[in-house]
DNA sequence: AAATGTACCGAAAAGGTTTTCGGCGAATGT
DNA sequence: ACATTCGCCGAAAACCTTTTCGGTACATTT
C-alpha cells in the first residue's frame, strides 16, 4: 500500500501566461483586476488560468508586497474554553477579508511561547494575538517586535501594549443587581481559586453592588477551586451556616453545578428557594444541568471580534494601548 | 492614543552579510551550518546576525525549496472537544521537526471548507489534516490535490484517500466486556442520536461482546440524543422497567452524569447498586461527577500524532490509503 | 621555481509574482 | 500626409534566500 505517486507540479503564473499567449505581466493584471488590459485578453487569461486550475503563490505575493495576509495567534490553553471563541470571533471579524490565522498553542510556556513567535515571525504574519487563560496580566513579548500584537483575555504587563480584557468587575457587579433586582436579599458568592484576578475582581463587583444596596455578602467571599467538587462542599456548608441564603453567585458554572446538586438534594427548590448563578456561561453545563442555569457571559467572541479589528488597525499604522475592557452580560436561564 | 510609528523594518541576509563584512552567500552558508566557511568568519556572521536580531525570511525560502515547513489543519468543529486533543497531538509529532500547524474552522460548512483549503493551498502548505466532529464519512477533497491529506476522526468516503479514526466497535465492546469483567450480569446501554456511526458502531461492539458470553442487553439499546436530559430521562425509564439492571453503559459522558443523577435520586448507590461508563473521557465531566465517572478515551491526542506522522511520511513520498481503526482505552473511576 | 592541491569566498541564478515604464500600433485631429 | 493621443501589451526589476560553481590566495609537493 505503499505509493510514490508524486502529485503533479503546481501551475504558475507562466503556465497561464503560455497557455493565453499573452506575457507573464498581463496575465498578472488580467487576474487582479488591473485596468491597462483588453477584455478579450482578460478573458484569454481567465479561461487559461482556471483550465488548469492556477492558484497565485501567495509566497511569491508575500515577499514581494511585504504583507502575508496572516496573523499568528498563540494560546496558552488549547483545552480551555476561552481562547476558542475567541479565536472564532477574531476569524468572522478577519473572514470577511483575506486573513488567514495561524494558531499556535504555548501551553502557558515560555520556551514554547518563543519557539512559536519566532515561527510565525520568520512567516511573517502581519500581526499577533496572544491569549491566555487568566485574566492575570502576562509578560510582554516585548516592545520592538516588528508587528503588531494584541493581547487578549490575559493582559500585558506592559502599559504600551494593546489589551483587551472582559470587564469581571462589572459582571460581578450586573450578576449582584440581577439577582437584587430579582427580589433576593440574602445573596451568598462562592468561587474559585484566591489568586486568580477573575476571582478578586469578580468579588469587588459583588461587593460594590451588594453594599450600594446595603445589603451584606452573607458569609463574605468563598474561595476555594474551580470545581463542582468544591461547589458542592461549600454550599453544603452554607446552608447549613446560612439558612436564611436565598441567591448564590457562583464564580463559574462549574461550581455553580456542585452548589446546584448540593442544594437540591437539600430539598431547597431552585429558584424558589434559592436562586443560583453561574459565571462562563460554557453552554455544555448551563443547559445540561436541572433547572438550566443562569450564568455570566464574557462575550468572547465579540472580544476576538474586536482583536481583530484592532490588530487591523494596528497593522494599517493606527495602533493603541492601554487596556480595554469589554462589558460581560447575564443570560438569563432558569435558575433564576 | 493614536500612534503611527512604524516598527523597524525586518532586517535581511543582506544587512547581516554587510554587518559582517562579507557576502550574503557566505552569511547564509555560516547561518545554515554549511561548510566551506571559515569558523572566524562563521562567528563574525553569527555575531552580526544576533546584533540585528536577524530571522530568516521563511517565505523566501519555502519559494525556492518548494516546502513550507507548514501543514493545514481543517476542522469542522472548534467548539468540539475532538479536533483540539486531535491538534495537540499533532503538533506535538510534529514539533520536534520544524513543522507548524496552521488551523482553520470550516464549521462544518462545505463553502466555508473550500474558501479554507484555496487559502492553506495558496500558502503552499505541505500537507493537509482534515478534522470532523463525526465519525461518519464525509466527502473527499478531491483526489488531484497538489498535497497529501489525511482524514482524522472523520473517514473520507474515497478508499483512495487515508482516514484515522478511533475504533469505536472495539472501544464498545471492551466497555461491555469490562462490565461483565466487573461481575456484572444485567448491562443496559443508553446512548444517542441514532443516525450517528458513533452510536451504531459502539452498539454494535456492546451487542457482539454480551452476546460472546451468552448475556442479553437489557432493555436493548436505547438512541436519544447526547445531553445529560435524555440520560436522565432514559434512566429515569430503565430502572423503572428493568429494576434488575446492575451496569449502564453511556453513549457519551453527558449522558452518564444524566443517568448518575437520575439513579441516585431513585436511592440507587453507583457503583454498589449499579456501574455506570460513559465514554469520550471528557475531563471535567468526568472527575467533576460524583462518584468520578469510568469512561471511554478515544486516544484522540495519538490519533492526532499519527496523523502527523502519516502527513510527513506522504510528503516524503511515503503515502498510504484506507481507513485505520485506533484503538480506545478505558479510564476506571469511581463508577464502576 | 613551477605545478598541484586546499581552503575559503563571492557572483549569479533560481523561485513566482507584482509593478513600473517604455514602446508599438491604431485611431484621431489638422 | 503628418503629428498627436490613446489603448494595450511586454521587458525588467524587485522581494529574500539558497546553492552551484568559478575564482583567488595560500600551502604543499616535485
Redesign the interface.
Known amino acids: 500500500?505503499?505509493?510514490?505517486?508524486?502529485?503533479?507540479?503546481?501551475s504558475t503564473l507562466r503556465d497561464v501566461a503560455r497557455l493565453a499567449g499573452v506575457s507573464v505581466a498581463t496575465a498578472s493584471k488580467a487576474l487582479n483586476g488591473r485596468d491597462q488590459v483588453h477584455p478579450d485578453t482578460r478573458a484569454r487569461v481567465l479561461v487559461a488560468a482556471e483550465r488548469i486550475s492556477f492558484?497565485?503563490?501567495?509566497?511569491?505575493r508575500?515577499?514581494l508586497a511585504g504583507q502575508?495576509g496572516?496573523v499568528g495567534l498563540i494560546t496558552g490553553d488549547?483545552?480551555g474554553r476561552f481562547s476558542?471563541?475567541i479565536?472564532?470571533g477574531a476569524?468572522d471579524a478577519f473572514g470577511k477579508g483575506?486573513m488567514?490565522?495561524?494558531?499556535?498553542?504555548a501551553r502557558g510556556d515560555a520556551i514554547r511561547e518563543k519557539y512559536?513567535l519566532?515561527?510565525?515571525?520568520?512567516?511573517?504574519v502581519d500581526g499577533l494575538i496572544v491569549v491566555g487563560s487568566r485574566t492575570d496580566p502576562r509578560p510582554s513579548l516585548g516592545r520592538?517586535?516588528?508587528?503588531?500584537v494584541v493581547y487578549v483575555y490575559a493582559p500585558s504587563t506592559d502599559e504600551n501594549d494593546l489589551s483587551l480584557v472582559p470587564d469581571n468587575v462589572q459582571g460581578g457587579a450586573d450578576s449582584a443587581e440581577f439577582l437584587v433586582s430579582r427580589g433576593r436579599r440574602h445573596i451568598a458568592h462562592i468561587t474559585g481559586e484566591t489568586g486568580y484576578a477573575a476571582s478578586q475582581d469578580r468579588v469587588r463587583g459583588i461587593e460594590r453592588a451588594m453594599s450600594s444596596h446595603g445589603l451584606p455578602l452573607v458569609g463574605g467571599a468563598q474561595f476555594g477551586s474551580w470545581?463542582?467538587?468544591w461547589g458542592?462542599n461549600a454550599a453544603a456548608q452554607l446552608i447549613e451556616q446560612h439558612p436564611e441564603v436565598d441567591g448564590i453567585l457562583c464564580g463559574n458554572d462549574?461550581i455553580a453545578?456542585?452548589v446546584l446538586?448540593t442544594v437540591r438534594e437539600a430539598g431547597w427548590t431552585v429558584p424558589g428557594r434559592v436562586a443560583v448563578m453561574g459565571y462562563d456561561n460554557w453552554e455544555?453545563f448551563t443547559t445540561?444541568?436541572?433547572p438550566q442555569l443562569t450564568s455570566v457571559d464574557m462575550n468572547l467572541e465579540a472580544l476576538g471580534a474586536l482583536a481583530a479589528r484592532r490588530l487591523f488597525d494596528a497593522i494599517n499604522?493606527?495602533?493603541?494601548?492601554?487596556v480595554e475592557l469589554l462589558p460581560c452580560r447575564i443570560v438569563p436561564r432558569e435558575t433564576t
Do not use: I
Open positions: 500500500m505503499v505509493t510514490t505517486d508524486k502529485p503533479q507540479p503546481r492558484t497565485p503563490n501567495a509566497l511569491a508575500g515577499l502575508t496572516t488549547l483545552d476558542l471563541p479565536l472564532m476569524e483575506k488567514s490565522v495561524f494558531l499556535c498553542d512559536h519566532d515561527a510565525l515571525l520568520s512567516r511573517r520592538n517586535l516588528p508587528v503588531p470545581t463542582e467538587q458542592r462549574q453545578r456542585g446538586e455544555v445540561g444541568s436541572r499604522g493606527d495602533s493603541r494601548s492601554g
